[in-house]
């Protein structure tokens, strides 16, 4: 079978999906455990035993619920080979039987000498799908690695960028200080969901743990406690930490909103510009803050624009000084 991107049967079991729920038992076909599942989508189509097999997709699991059984059951010995035999030499990666139900003995004969890896768990077929597609959207996700820091600020994912030596870390241990937890220090796995999510994590070997010059490596979960980080967070905010250019116009009102690409989705960005003096943390903390507020509909920089505007465009009315002038004894009036 020829290589394919994706994950194969035999890691799918090694990922322990029962920790998600899934509890998996392979019946046979474990000569096929190295073929490779290309896509979360997940195929349930009893035609393809009535014949109509063009409707399955290769590199997806097929699902035999109870409807599949009882059907394979209603047929004659004979018939019931023929159909599963046409089904099981297709390209599909394995089979899977929900609910708890016991497949025909034919069904496995015929799995074993396909060499198609035969799957059974004991939950019903849509939470067995539900929890499947959530499994292999996870491990088929399109992932890159970035140097960054990733925050999680007032339930924002908040990805920390610059250049090495910038201070990514410092401002990630100030707001360690505050209550804030941190995700990933250095070394940010990112992974894309859904074609919309964008989700971070910190690699396994340097999880919970932070870098900082002077002072070495340190474990943020064994200092602050389990409350200061989380193991992944999804980003919704990128702040790029860049050095103070005396000649550069930095934005003053905000009402420009910059976007920074990953994995071909665009996320907020803010470029802070860092200078002595400047307390970067509390910077990062209030563009978290705002960003919330945006989310909610609620643009600050814009509202005070519209608001100048609409004062622009009234109609100008006398001061108070030249109303007094003309109520004056003796005046014109």
Same mark, same amino acid.
């Given at each position: 079978m020829a290589p394919q991107a994706g994950i194969t049967v035999g890691g799918l079991l090694r990922s322990r999906p029962e920790a998600f729920g899934l509890p998996l038992d392979l019946l046979a076909g474990a000569d096929g455990l190295d073929r490779a599942i290309t896509s979360p989508h997940i195929q349930k189509t009893g035609l393809a035993l009535a014949g109509f097999h063009e409707y399955l997709k290769p590199g997806r699991v097929l699902i035999f619920g109870e409807s599949e059984i009882r059907y394979l059951e209603s047929l004659e010995t004979a018939a019931r080979v023929s159909s599963m035999r046409l089904a099981l030499t %297709?390209?599909?990666p394995c089979v899977l039987v929900t609910g708890g139900f016991t497949p025909p003995v034919e069904l496995i004969v015929e799995a074993e000498r396909a060499g198609l890896p035969l799957l059974k768990t004991g939950i019903p077929t849509p939470t067995a799908i539900a929890k499947l597609t959530s499994i292999l959207e996870d491990s088929l996700a399109e992932r890159t690695m970035l140097h960054a820091v990733l925050m999680d600020v007032l339930g924002l994912g908040v990805l920390i960028a610059g250049e090495s030596g910038i201070g990514?870390?410092?401002c990630a241990l100030d707001l360690i200080v505050r209550g804030h937890r941190l995700v990933a220090d250095d070394t940010v796995e990112?992974?894309?969901?859904?074609?919309?999510? %964008?989700?971070g994590t910190c690699p396994e070997l340097t999880r919970h743990h932070?870098?900082?010059r002077g002072l070495g490596v340190i474990n943020v979960k064994e200092l602050f406690g389990i409350a200061s980080t989380r193991s992944s967070k999804r980003v919704e905010l990128v702040v790029q930490l860049e050095r103070w250019d005396p000649s550069r116009e930095y934005e003053r009102l905000g009402l420009d909103d910059d976007s920074y690409e990953i994995l071909g989705l665009r996320?907020?960005?803010i470029r802070m510009p860092v200078a002595p003096g400047r307390n970067i943390a509390i910077l990062v903390e209030v563009a978290a803050r705002n960003q919330l507020l945006k989310a909610r509909g609620h643009h600050a920089a814009r509202a005070l624009a519209e608001r100048l505007e609409a004062t622009l465009r009234q109609p100008s009315l006398p001061s108070p000084d030249e109303e007094d002038e003309e109520l004056e004894p003796g005046g014109s009036r």
């Open positions: %297709l390209d599909v990514k870390s410092e990112m992974r894309r969901r859904q074609d919309t999510m %964008l989700i932070m870098e900082l996320v907020p960005l």
